[in-house]
């Protein structure tokens, strides 16, 4: 019987392949990491190899994705497992078993959760008067103002930054690099923290924008933990995180009027259809209201 180890080379291969061949970054890698450590769990009491797979090792993982609490995750579970059997069959493994669908665990289109203007202006409003402080209102903004990826803030170089022209050159997914203006505020409030702030937080040679306490760039979590915390020092509900600061800024570009295609290019999406949802988050607050107002609603 093959070992727990032994089924895991063969995700490390996969997971070689994503890293040299498809250029994913190491977020991804980690996601299909953990997603593929679960299925080894489940399979492997009775599986020697992956070729040996059966309708029993297949019915054994779906017996754990009904257990997931979310559809959601339950959905990139069975993805990840897809792709790495795909990968394996394109790579000479031949099996007994048609390879499982996702279909069943297919997850509903979910709106982008968006903060009203009072809750967000509440947030960029907070004041203290000390040099973290100031550092986290300049990332607030870019969030913000420029709808930037929290991947994309966290290695955010000083290089990047154009103040002369109020601009940032954002390097996204797939390392597409796109040119992001920056309003008058946001220039203002970063500015002052490049001029004023950024330097007691430098130890030694960096050209991190964001760097912690100890001189280091700032992780993702840590960009999270403090939004979080500055939602909640405003008085917002909710779980607000970076990503609600980016849909915020979507939706508020939409709502004044700006151009669907310019919005797409902003955000740095690929397909114009990831960016409509925006519009279809607007089209649902437009039904509420029209509900709410209407004799018949």
């Known amino acids: 019987m093959a070992t727990k180890e032994d089924l895991r080379e063969s995700v490390e291969w996969f997971l070689d392949y994503l890293k040299i061949e498809k250029g994913a970054s190491m977020h991804t890698l980690e996601a299909y990491s953990r997603d593929l ?5 489940v399979v492997s009491s009775s599986l020697a190899r992956w070729e040996d797979l059966s309708h029993d090792e297949l019915q054994k993982f779906d017996v754990f994705l009904a257990g997931v609490p979310s559809r959601r995750s339950a959905q990139r579970k069975a993805s990840s497992f897809r792709s790495f059997l795909k990968f394996l069959r394109k790579n000479g493994v ?9 279909g069943g665990f297919k997850a509903g289109k979910r709106l982008p959760k968006a903060m009203d203007s009072r809750s967000i202006e509440g947030m960029l409003a907070l004041h203290e008067d000390t040099n973290i402080h100031h550092r986290n209102m300049a990332i607030l903004e870019l969030l913000y103002g420029a709808g930037l990826r929290v991947s994309e803030l966290s290695s955010l170089d000083v290089t990047q930054i154009d103040l002369a022209s109020s ?32 330097d007691t937080f430098i130890k030694g040679p960096t050209g991190s924008v ?32 970076p990503h609600t600061l980016r849909h915020t800024y979507a939706v508020h570009l939409l709502k004044g009027g700006a151009d669907l295609r310019a919005v797409q290019e902003l955000l740095g999406h690929e397909s114009i259809a990831t960016t409509q949802v925006y519009t279809e988050l607007q089209d649902d607050e437009v039904r509420n209201r029209y509900q709410k107002a209407h004799p018949r609603g």
């Open 167 to 198: 601009a940032i050159r954002v390097t996204g997914k797939r390392n597409k690099t796109r040119i992001v203006p920056l309003p008058h505020q946001t220039a203002l409030v970063l500015s002052n923290y490049l001029d004023q702030v950024r």
């Open 37 to 41: 450590d679960e299925v080894i769990l």
């Open 94 to 102: 031949q099996f007994v078993v048609d390879l499982p669908s996702t």
């Open 210 to 241: 964001f760097l912690s306490i100890r001189g280091k760039p700032l992780s993702r979590q840590a960009i999270y933990s403090l939004v979080s915390d500055m939602a909640v020092a405003a008085g917002v509900r909710g779980h607000i995180g």
